[in-house]
């Protein structure tokens, strides 16, 4: 897989901008993912159980024949406090942005996880990612996707809560919000149908 930078010049309300992602090129799914160029979404955390570095970023996948295009959301955690493990299985996440509340239920979350992983230096990271194209009768959808990712891009203030038998947030810096703006200029740029679900 070939990762190259892309800039995907825009026509927003009349003006002109430049939208940076990254492009990567996956030949065994037939697939072109786009996420931000700079990723500006980690954050740090800590609480008396331990640290939290937190990443939340969007993305893209388009399919190599133009078909269809959707967006992709990912959270993910990583700590050196082994409770993530417990409360990871069974958690909700909570998105508001201005006011605006998206729920997005256990069973999604848990159907999107991504096994955890421990590194050498005793963290584990717990990671979940949400896709527009998924199937299945857990999946978030693009419609969905579509809304929360615009509402976030449009917003001053996003809060990102896992709640389950433990509660863990974040408030996203102006420079993370900025990494949605990029990257639905980008996903807007793209020539697919949107996947519609």
């Not at 930078?5 to 799914?29: F, W």
């Not at 848990?110 to 963290?123: H, T």
């Not at 990102?160 to 990257?183: A, D, H, K």
Request: charged letters at 25%; glycine letters at 6%; one cysteine or more.
């Amino acid at each position: 897989m070939k990762k190259s930078l892309i800039t995907a010049l825009l026509v927003c309300c009349g003006a002109l901008a430049v939208a940076q992602v990254d492009r990567q090129r996956d030949a065994a799914l037939l697939t072109t993912w786009y996420s931000p160029h700079r990723i500006k979404s980690a954050s740090k955390q800590s609480f008396f159980g331990g640290s939290y570095w937190w990443e939340i970023s969007p993305g893209a996948g388009e399919k190599f024949d133009r078909s269809r295009k959707w967006l992709t959301l990912t959270i993910s955690v990583r700590t050196d406090d082994s409770n993530i493990l417990t409360m990871a299985g069974g958690a909700a996440a909570v998105i508001t942005a201005d006011g605006a509340e998206f729920d997005i239920p256990a069973i999604v979350m848990a159907d999107s996880m991504k096994a955890p992983s421990k590194d050498i230096l005793d963290f584990w990271t717990v990671t979940w990612v949400l896709t527009g194209d998924a199937a299945g009768p857990f999946a978030l959808g693009n419609l969905a996707l579509d809304k929360i990712e615009r509402t976030i891009a449009r917003a001053s203030e996003v809060y990102v809560t896992l709640t389950g038998p433990s509660r863990f947030g974040i408030r996203l810096r102006r420079e993370q919000i900025e990494n949605f703006r990029e990257l639905c200029k980008a996903y807007d740029a793209l020539s697919s149908p949107a996947a519609i679900r």
